[in-house]
């Protein structure tokens, strides 16, 4: 082969090979683009979120699990439970999972996993505790100084690894879940100028973001929202006075919005920067209005108090930014005074009265037509589970209810408490943690027989 030749040879040679590599290149190239953008393709392709679950990915919190209960009113804020299959129970009562002895007050019980949270009054202290769910013994306590009272009325939340609270004199404490170890403190009262009601603070925070919303009242501090890492003040903002009441964050047309029953209106404000969107008068007397606002489809909101308040349901509408109320119906004999307040299709359910009778009471959501009213139970919280509800009334009275807008059916019933209880029940699975101002205990509801 002449030189010339073996020039030619060697040329070609080097050609094929730098197509070849130049081919491998491209192939790795794609593969890898078509890595890139699969996810991407796969996300744009997924149905958009429900209200429900929007709102779920808003407040920051961990996404609870099945039988978890970490926020005041349960997974929605609404005091639904997942549905589980409850028919009756034996005669002498569900069975009794566990009993103790404990302080006073109205917190309702969290459920992370095997862990209890919530908290009572202990001389002139309030203690926040932690206590496993199988045994009822306690795993760390966090005590401080307060006013001697009825107790603790806020349930510890859990947001991420923290526990949040609030006492009854304003104060804010963000806790290690695990160990109850302080992260940060706030004073409402002392640091903003909040609303100092006589039967002591009692708003349930809103996790929004990497925010906690919390009702203070008074100039300039009506709400604020302070980080969940540190406490630090993100914003405050409006001027009204403040009442026993918790938030609930809302999506009106498209716009996230918090509602929160004050003592004399109802209002919605941004939970970006509190700005108010509207305001709806709702006069309740001593500025006493306790039940959380109730959101349905079709942009119904439901208020309720008692102390002459009355019930109403607003229809909400907005559109580029700017929020219309309109009052579909009031009915003042319809009254809430403490009682949870639940929902199932266009009905809801709870207990009506103050100084009188109490009722349990039916009415539809749209309309405002009551349905039926029973007495037989004095005032009480409801959970609703499937397509019946657990009643706990102040007497100590527990009760499983099938209830519809055509009547109710008390399927069973038995008294459990003895001294006033106020604090709605929780259900995890088919276990009940309940308490009064007295004793707590865990109840079996699915147990065939008694223990």
């Avoid at 958009?48 to 779920?56: A, E, T």
């Avoid at 004199?169 to 006589?198: C, N, P």
């Avoid at 003895?418 to 995890?428: D, E």
Wanted: proline share 5%; charged share 20%.
């Amino acid at each position: 082969m002449t030189d010339q030749g073996c020039k030619d040879q060697c040329q070609s040679g080097a050609k094929a090979t730098g197509l070849a590599v130049s081919q491998l290149l491209l192939t790795i190239l794609s593969v890898a683009l078509l890595t890139l953008t699969q996810p991407i393709e796969s996300r744009c392709q997924q149905p958009k979120p429900s209200g429900r679950s929007r709102q779920k990915s808003q407040t920051g919190a961990t996404s609870a699990q099945p039988g978890d209960w970490l926020q005041w009113g349960g997974p929605g804020r609404d005091f639904v439970a997942p549905a589980t299959e409850l028919s009756s129970w034996p005669a002498g009562g569900p069975r009794k999972l566990w009993s103790r002895k404990f302080g006073d007050g109205y917190s309702a019980i969290a459920v992370e996993g095997t862990r209890l949270y919530t908290a009572y009054q202990r001389d002139s202290q309030e203690v926040v505790t932690a206590i496993d769910a199988r045994t009822g013994k306690t795993l760390w306590e966090y005590a401080y100084e307060t006013v001697i009272g009825d107790g603790p009325s806020t349930m510890p939340q859990i947001i991420g690894d923290r526990l949040v609270t609030a006492s009854t004199i304003g104060q804010i404490h963000s806790l290690d879940k695990k160990t109850g170890k302080v992260v940060w403190s706030r004073d409402l009262y002392k640091e903003f100028g909040a609303s100092r009601l006589d039967y002591g603070y009692s708003c349930h925070a809103l996790p929004y973001k990497g925010s906690l919303i919390f009702l203070a009242g008074e100039r300039g501090s009506a709400a604020l929202a302070l980080r969940q890492s540190d406490g630090a003040v993100l914003w405050k903002n409006m001027d009204f006075s403040n009442s026993y009441s918790s938030p609930l964050l809302i999506e009106v047309d498209g716009q996230p919005q918090v509602v929160a029953l004050m003592n004399y209106q109802v209002i919605g404000f941004s939970p970006d920067n509190g700005q108010l969107l509207w305001q709806h008068p709702h006069k309740t007397e001593s500025w006493i209005a306790i039940s959380t606002p109730v959101w349905a489809p079709g942009n119904l909101l439901f208020i309720s108090s008692a102390y002459n308040g009355g019930s109403r349901v607003l229809e909400l509408h907005q559109s580029g930014g700017k929020t219309t109320v309109k009052e579909l119906w009031y009915n003042q004999k319809l009254q809430s005074h403490f009682s949870t307040v639940v929902r199932h299709g266009d009905y809801l359910y709870f207990t009506s009265g103050y100084n009188g009778p109490a009722f349990l009471t039916c009415v539809n959501i749209r309309s405002g037509q009551v349905a039926w009213q029973e007495r037989g139970f004095a005032k009480g919280q409801l959970v609703r589970t499937g397509e019946n509800l657990i009643l706990l009334d102040e007497d100590g009275t527990l009760a499983l209810i099938e209830a519809t807008p055509a009547g109710l059916r008390v399927l069973a019933k038995a008294s459990i408490l003895q001294s006033a209880s106020r604090t709605p029940p929780t259900l995890s699975g088919s276990n009940l943690y309940l308490r009064d101002r007295k004793s707590l205990m865990a109840l079996d509801l699915a147990a065939k027989e008694s223990k």
